[in-house]
C-alpha cells in the first residue's frame, strides 16, 4: 500500500469504518490504449519539432504527428537510423544504413523522403543532429576516436559544413555534447561538457560551466527561457547567464517531457516503488508519483508527450499508446519539496 502511495492503517486503535473517502487519493480510471507501429523497447526519440517527433526503431524511422490523437504515424522501413533531425527547410536529415546483413553496417547521409546520399563528407561520424535556427548541428558520437580537428559542424540548405568556433577537445575521453533551445534566437550548445550560449550567427559564448550531456532530448524548455534536463542523469535547471540550479535530488534522469505551463514530466532508469513516472510542479514546488497501474503499463514507459489540444498525457510502448486525462493526473496527491 506504501509503495502505490494508497492510505493505510497499522494497528487495531482505529474502525475502518471511521476512514473518510477525503483521505483517499484520486485514481484515473479511464485509460485508452491505442496501437502504434513501434516494435522495439529500445526505440528511442531522436527529434522533436513542435507536434513531431522522430522515433528510431529497428531498422524503422518513424516520423509521428502528436496534434491529434492517436498520433499520425508515417513509418521509413528498411532504415537503421542513429541521428536523425527536422530540417529547417522541410526535409528528415538522417545517417542510416539500409542494408540489414552488411557487417558492419553501411552509413550515409540522406534527406527523407529521398534516399540519396548527400554530398557530404564530414570528418567523424555524425552521433546527434540538433535543428537550431536556419540549419542543423551535427555533433561526433559521444565516444568518437577521431580526436584531429573534431568540432561541431553547421549544415545549411546548400550542404555546405562549417565548423563551429569551439576548441577542439583537449582530452581523449568522451565527448560530451548536445544543443537545447533556451528561447527563440538562443541555443546551450555543450561541447566537450562546456556549456555555451550561441545565437545562431556568431561565435558561441562560454557560460564558465561544465555538464555532462543528457541522454537524447532529456531536455525541456520553460516558459521564462530556461533550460531543466538530466544533465549526466540529475535534474538541473540552467538560465541563458549560465546559471545553474539542482530542480530535485535524482540521479537516473533518461526522458523529459514538457506538460501544461511549466510542467515537467520526469521518467527515470528505475524509478521507486515501480513508478511509471513522476510529475514536477515548478510553481508548487510539488512532486507526483505515478504507478504503471495507472496508467495501463507493466513496465515503464519508453517515453511520454502533452498532447495540449486533447488534454491527455500519452505514454509510449511497444505496440501501444496509453493516454491518460491530464486533470485526472492533476488530481492526484502531491508531495512537497523543498
Not at 533550460?227 to 523529459?256: K, Q, Y
Request: charged content about 20%; proline content about 12%; overall charge negative.
Amino acid at each position: 500500500a506504501a509503495a502505490h502511495h494508497l492510505a493505510y492503517w497499522e494497528g487495531t486503535d482505529i474502525a475502518v469504518s471511521t476512514a473518510r473517502t477525503e483521505w483517499l487519493p484520486v485514481h484515473p480510471t479511464s485509460v485508452t490504449v491505442c496501437p502504434n507501429p513501434i516494435a522495439s523497447p529500445t526505440a528511442r526519440v531522436c527529434a522533436l519539432d513542435g507536434a513531431r517527433l522522430l522515433v528510431a526503431d529497428h531498422f524503422a524511422l518513424h516520423e509521428i504527428d502528436t496534434s491529434a490523437f492517436p498520433p499520425a504515424v508515417l513509418t521509413y522501413d528498411d532504415t537503421q537510423v542513429n541521428a536523425a533531425a527536422f530540417t529547417p527547410w522541410g526535409t528528415t536529415f538522417v545517417r542510416m544504413a539500409t542494408d540489414r546483413t552488411a557487417r558492419p553496417f553501411k552509413f550515409a547521409y540522406c534527406e527523407l523522403p529521398d534516399r540519396t546520399p548527400l554530398p557530404i563528407e564530414p570528418p567523424f561520424a555524425i552521433g546527434s543532429a540538433r535543428r537550431a535556427g536556419d540549419c542543423l548541428l551535427l555533433f561526433p558520437q559521444p565516444t568518437t576516436t577521431e580526436r584531429t580537428h573534431v568540432r561541431p559542424l553547421i549544415l545549411r540548405a546548400d550542404h555546405s559544413l562549417v565548423p563551429l568556433l569551439v576548441p577542439e577537445p583537449v582530452e581523449p575521453r568522451r565527448v560530451e555534447c548536445d544543443a537545447i533551445a533556451f528561447a527563440a534566437g538562443e541555443w546551450l550548445v555543450l561541447w566537450d561538457a562546456v556549456a555555451y550560449r550561441w545565437d545562431g550567427v556568431g561565435p558561441p559564448v562560454p557560460l564558465g560551466v561544465t555538464l555532462d550531456a543528457p541522454e537524447e532530448l532529456c531536455a525541456v524548455t520553460q516558459p521564462d527561457g530556461a533550460i531543466i534536463a538530466g544533465f549526466g542523469h540529475a535534474l538541473s535547471r540552467i538560465d541563458r547567464e549560465g546559471t545553474v540550479t539542482p530542480v530535485l535530488p535524482l540521479t537516473n534522469v533518461v526522458w523529459l517531457a514538457r506538460g501544461p505551463g511549466d510542467v515537467v514530466i520526469i521518467g527515470e532508469g528505475e524509478a521507486p516503488g515501480g513508478d511509471a513516472l513522476a510529475i514536477w510542479w515548478p510553481a508548487t514546488r510539488e512532486v507526483t508519483h505515478v504507478t504503471r497501474d495507472l496508467l495501463g503499463l507493466t513496465e515503464p514507459p519508453m517515453f511520454a508527450y502533452y498532447d495540449p489540444r486533447a488534454e491527455l498525457l500519452v505514454v509510449a510502448r511497444p505496440g501501444w499508446w496509453h493516454a491518460v486525462p491530464w486533470h485526472e493526473l492533476a488530481a492526484l496527491p502531491r508531495e512537497p519539496r523543498p
